[in-house]
C-alpha cells in the first residue's frame, strides 16, 4: 500500500446515479470506513461531499490545473455528445461547459481512470434506442473502441480506462479495484478484451447460480416466479455474461437469477439494445445464444440427452414457485 | 440586485443550477435548471411493453425500485391484471425499505451535513453538529452506512438487488418467499427498528408516533436531546426552519402501498388546509421553459423531444401542472393527505417549510417499519407470487406511486404491440419545474423567494437548506 492516501474524484456523467448508491452498500463497516482503512481520499463526490456550487468549481478547477494531484478520476454516466457534438445534453452547473469537455480535460490528469459501471464504459442504457443524446463510453461506443476519450487514451499510469461495467456494477467490484490501484496491482492484464477488471469478469454470471440442476437437465422455467433454469425461455443471458455475479451476495442474500429474473448481461457492451429482454429468441426451437465456448452440436446433443434423463423432482420443481418434491430420502451412510 | 448563479449545486442526486435574483440580503427571484437530459422517453418509444421493466428502473439509482412499481403499474393497467396478494406484499416491502433508505441517506447524506459549514460556527450547537454530521467522515453516517446496508437486505432476499432488480412484475414478484426468508426479513426489520430508536430517535417508536402537535414534539425533543432527530430539531428551532423556503402549501400525493381493497396510505390533494380528491385527467405538463418542444398537453397526448437551441427556455425539465396550478409533492404532503396528525398540523400552523419537510420524513421513516412488519406477517407462503395476463397491443395505461421524495406517474401508450409513448412524470419534475407558460414558477422557485443571504455568500446556505429540504432527485426530473 502506499503511504500518502490516494486522491479521488468521482464525477457523475449522463447517469441515474445508481453505481454510486450501489458503492455505497460495500463493507460491514460502511464505505467512509473502507476509504479510511485503505488510503482514498475522496477529494469531491457530487453526492456526498459538502463542497457545493463555488467551493466545488473550486476543487474541478485545482484539479483541472494540476495543482491537487488526481490519482484516480472516477466517472458514473454515459459521455453525452449531443445535440450536434455541442455536449448540451449535459452541461455542468456554474460552469458553462459541458460534462464531455470536464472529462476530457481531467482524464488528462488522471493517474489512473475508471469507468463506473457499463454507461461510462460503453454507453449504456442511454445509448439505447435511436440514442438521442449520442451517448457514448470513455473508450468505447458499444463494443467498438473510440467514445469521448479514443482508442488510444491511456492515463498517466499508462492503463486505458478501467471499465467497472454492470448495470449497477457490485459493490463490491468498484471497492476492490479502487483498492487495488492504492497497491497498484492493476497492470494491463489484469483486464480482458474490453477493459474489464479480470477480478470479475474471468466469470461467468452462470457460475454458482442456485438453478444449476435445473439447468443441467434443461428442466425450464415456462413463466416467471417458476424455479427452473431461465435460460431456454425466459431470456437469461447469464451463460455468456461476464461476472462473477452469483458468487457474491448482492445486498446480503441475493442475485437476479436467484430472486428469480432473468440475467439481461448487464456487464456487455451493447446489453441495452437487446428486445424482449425476458424472452429467448430462437431459431428452429435453439436458443440463439448458446453458452460461451460451447460447441452448437454438443449443446444440441447434451440437451437432448438431459432432458430425457431429468429426474421427475426437477422437471416438477422447475414449473412451481415454490420447491414441489424434495430430494428422495438416499442412502444413510455415503 | 446581483445575479447569482449556484453549481455545481450537490447532494440532491444528479444535475442541478440554480441562478439567484438578490437585492437587499435576500432572493428575489430565482430560476431552477435541471441541466441534464438522457432521453428515457425517446428510448422507450417502438420497444416491447415488457422491455420498460428493464429501461424504466434505470432512470434512476436511488428510486429505482419506484420506477420499477409505476412501470409494472401501467404494465398491469394495462392488461387489467390484479398481482397476487404475497406479491403485492413483497412489491410494497421492497419499495418500502427504497424509501426508508432513502429518507434516512436524505437525512444524514444529504440534508444534515449543511449545518456543518463554517457559517455556523458562532452556534451553539456547531462543534457537535460537525462531530456527528460532517459529510462522509462524521460519526453519524458511519452509524448509519451499515444500518442502511442491513436495511437493503430485504431488497436483496425479495428482489435479488438494488438498484436495478427485474423482479417486481405487473402480475406480482418473480421470488417467491419461504419459511426461512420470512425470519430473516423479520430480523432485518427488527436490527432496523433498533437503529432507529437507538440512534435517529432516542426514543420508543410508539413514542414518537404518539407526538400529535408541534408542540408535543418539541417538549419531547427537549426532554431528549441525545438523538440525531432531536439534534435536527434543536437546529431547527434556534435557525427558525419553519419559517424558511415556503410553498404555496397546495400539496399532492398519489396514494401508496395497496393493501387488501384499499391504499395504505391514500391519496389526494390538500388545499386550502383540507383533503380533496385528486383526478389525474387534470394533470398537465408544460414545455414552456424547456429545451423542448410541443406544447401544454396531458401525458397521454404529449411527447418529450428535445429544442436545444429554443428562445426563453432555461431547463430541460417540464412544469407539470394540476388543474393548471403549482403543487408541492412528497413525504410531507403524503403524511398530510393520508391524515397523520403531526404533519396535518405542521401544514396548519407553518405552512409548507423546510422544518415540515424533514420532520415529516422521519414520522414517515417511523410508520415504515412498523407497517413493513405487518406485511412480511401477511405472506401466505404456500400461495403463488405472480399471476400472468394477456398484453392487448393498443391500449393506453397508467402506472402511479409514491417514491421517497413524491408522486411519480408512468403514462404509457401501446400501438401495434409496442411502446407508442411512454411519459414519466417523476416527484422532482413537480417540485423543481420551470416557469409554466403564463410565467408562474414553480413550487422550489416559490420557495427561494425572500431566502437570506448574507453577506459576501456565493452559495447561500438557507437556499441549500431549502433546495436540499425537497430531497430532490433530478436525475428523475429529467430523464
Same mark, same amino acid.
Given at each position: ?66 495543482? /491537487? ?63 438521442? /443524446? ?83 437437465? %434443461? ?76 460447441? %452448437? ?38 | ?34 441541466? @441534464? ?65 432513502? $429518507? ?81 426479513? !423479520? ?51 434556534? #435557525?427558525? #426552519? ?125 410508520? !415504515? ?42 403514462? @404509457? ?30 413550487? #422550489? ?19 441549500? $437548506? ?7 432527485? @433530478? ?5
Amino acid at each position: 500500500m502506499t503511504d500518502a492516501p490516494l486522491n479521488v474524484l468521482w464525477l457523475q456523467a449522463g447517469s441515474c446515479g445508481g453505481c454510486t448508491m450501489s458503492l455505497l452498500s460495500e463493507g460491514a463497516e460502511g464505505l467512509a470506513a473502507g476509504f479510511e482503512t485503505f488510503g482514498l481520499n475522496l477529494l469531491w463526490h457530487p453526492a456526498l461531499s459538502l463542497e457545493s456550487g463555488d467551493e466545488a468549481l473550486g476543487i474541478l478547477k485545482s484539479v483541472a490545473a494540476g495543482e /491537487t494531484p488526481l490519482d484516480i478520476l472516477c466517472v458514473e454516466g454515459s459521455i453525452l455528445r449531443g445535440p450536434g457534438g455541442s455536449g448540451k445534453f449535459q452541461m455542468v452547473s456554474g460552469t458553462g461547459r459541458s460534462m464531455a469537455s470536464w472529462v476530457k480535460e481531467l482524464a488528462a490528469q488522471a493517474r489512473y481512470a475508471v469507468a463506473v459501471g457499463t454507461c461510462s464504459s460503453f454507453g449504456g442504457i442511454p445509448s439505447g434506442g435511436a440514442n438521442p /443524446t449520442d451517448a457514448c463510453g470513455l473508450m468505447y461506443n458499444g463494443d467498438r473502441p473510440g467514445g469521448l476519450l479514443g482508442d488510444g487514451y491511456r492515463s498517466t499510469a499508462g492503463l486505458p480506462v478501467i471499465n467497472v461495467a454492470g448495470c449497477a456494477p457490485h459493490p463490491g467490484w468498484i471497492f476492490e479495484v479502487l483498492v487495488s490501484l492504492t497497491r497498484d496491482e492493476i497492470a494491463a492484464d489484469d483486464l480482458d478484451f474490453f477493459a474489464r477488471p479480470r477480478l470479475f469478469a474471468d466469470h461467468l454470471a452462470h457460475h454458482g447460480c442456485a438453478r444449476n440442476e435445473f439447468y443441467e437437465y %434443461k428442466a425450464s422455467a415456462s413463466k416467471l416466479s417458476e424455479r427452473g433454469c431461465l435460460m431456454e425461455k425466459l431470456g437469461c443471458k447469464a451463460t455468456q455474461a461476464s461476472g462473477d455475479c452469483n458468487l457474491r451476495v448482492w445486498n446480503g442474500g441475493g442475485t437476479c437469477t436467484d430472486a428469480g429474473y432473468t440475467c439481461i448481461a448487464c456487464t456487455s457492451p451493447g446489453f441495452e439494445k437487446a428486445k424482449n429482454y425476458q424472452e429467448t429468441p430462437t431459431i428452429g426451437g435453439l436458443p440463439v445464444g448458446l453458452p460461451v465456448d460451447m460447441p %452448437k452440436a454438443w449443446f444440441v446433443a447434451l440437451a437432448a440427452l438431459s432432458k430425457s434423463a431429468t429426474p421427475e423432482r426437477v422437471k416438477q420443481n422447475a414449473r412451481a414457485p415454490h420447491i414441489k418434491v424434495p430430494p428422495a430420502k438416499g442412502r444413510s451412510k455415503p | 440586485m446581483t445575479r447569482l448563479i449556484v453549481g455545481p449545486f450537490n447532494r440532491v442526486e444528479g444535475d442541478l443550477e440554480v441562478t439567484l435574483e438578490t437585492a437587499e440580503g435576500q432572493v428575489t427571484g430565482a430560476r431552477v435548471n435541471a441541466p @441534464m437530459y438522457r432521453g428515457f422517453e425517446q428510448i422507450l418509444e417502438g420497444k416491447t411493453p415488457g422491455d420498460a421493466l428493464v429501461i424504466a428502473p434505470r432512470i434512476c439509482g436511488i428510486c429505482s425500485v419506484s420506477q420499477s412499481v409505476a412501470a409494472s403499474r401501467a404494465l398491469a393497467d394495462a392488461m387489467g391484471l390484479v398481482p397476487a396478494p404475497n406479491g403485492r406484499l413483497a412489491a410494497n416491502l421492497v419499495s418500502a425499505a427504497e424509501n426508508l433508505s432513502d $429518507h434516512l441517506s436524505h437525512f444524514y447524506l444529504f440534508f444534515m451535513p449543511d449545518f456543518t459549514r463554517d457559517i455556523y460556527g458562532d452556534r451553539s450547537w456547531y462543534e457537535e453538529a460537525v462531530q456527528r454530521f460532517a459529510a462522509v467522515k462524521g460519526a453519524a453516517s458511519k452509524d448509519f452506512l451499515p444500518a442502511r446496508n442491513r436495511l437493503l437486505h430485504v431488497v436483496g432476499i425479495l428482489a435479488g438487488k438494488w438498484p436495478h432488480s427485474l423482479a417486481i412484475q405487473p402480475g406480482g414478484t418473480t421470488k417467491a418467499v419461504d419459511q426461512g426468508e420470512r425470519v430473516r426479513l !423479520l430480523a432485518v426489520l427488527s436490527e432496523t427498528r433498533r437503529f432507529l430508536e437507538r440512534v435517529v430517535f432516542g426514543d420508543d417508536l410508539e413514542t414518537v408516533l404518539a407526538l400529535e402537535t408541534p408542540e408535543a414534539l418539541t417538549a419531547w425533543s427537549e426532554e431528549k436531546p441525545h438523538s440525531d432527530f432531536s439534534r435536527f430539531l434543536a437546529m431547527s428551532r434556534d #435557525l427558525r #426552519l419553519s419559517e424558511l423556503g415556503k410553498t404555496p402549501g397546495r400539496l399532492m400525493s398519489y396514494g401508496a402501498y395497496p393493501d387488501e381493497g384499499a391504499l395504505w396510505l391514500s391519496g389526494g390533494l390538500w388545499e386550502g388546509g383540507a383533503v380533496k380528491s385528486l383526478d389525474l385527467n387534470e394533470v398537465s405538463e408544460d414545455p414552456a421553459s424547456a429545451w423542448l418542444s410541443g406544447g401544454v398537453g396531458h401525458p397521454f397526448d404529449s411527447d418529450t423531444l428535445p429544442d436545444a437551441e429554443k428562445d426563453g427556455a432555461y431547463s430541460w425539465c417540464k412544469a407539470p401542472r394540476l388543474q393548471g396550478g403549482v403543487v408541492e409533492v412528497g413525504a410531507l404532503a403524503r403524511q398530510a393527505i393520508a391524515g397523520n396528525a403531526l404533519a396535518q398540523k405542521l401544514l396548519h400552523e407553518d405552512g409548507s417549510t423546510v422544518h415540515g419537510r424533514v420532520v415529516a420524513r422521519l414520522i414517515e421513516a417511523a410508520r !415504515l417499519i412498523v407497517q413493513m412488519g405487518r406485511w412480511v406477517d401477511e405472506f401466505r407462503l404456500k400461495d403463488e407470487f405472480c399471476v400472468h395476463g394477456e398484453m392487448p397491443d393498443e391500449v393506453q395505461a397508467l402506472g402511479t406511486t409514491e417514491a421517497a421524495r413524491g408522486s411519480l406517474g408512468h403514462w @404509457m401508450v401501446l400501438k401495434g404491440g409496442v411502446i407508442h409513448r411512454y411519459q414519466i412524470v417523476a416527484p422532482t419534475t413537480w417540485n423543481f419545474s420551470p416557469r409554466d407558460a403564463s410565467g408562474t414558477p414553480g413550487p #422550489l422557485e416559490q420557495a427561494l423567494v425572500g431566502a437570506p443571504v448574507r453577506e459576501g455568500e456565493a452559495s447561500p446556505v438557507a437556499v441549500q $437548506h431549502i433546495v436540499r429540504s425537497f430531497d430532490p432527485c @433530478m436525475v428523475c426530473t429529467v430523464h
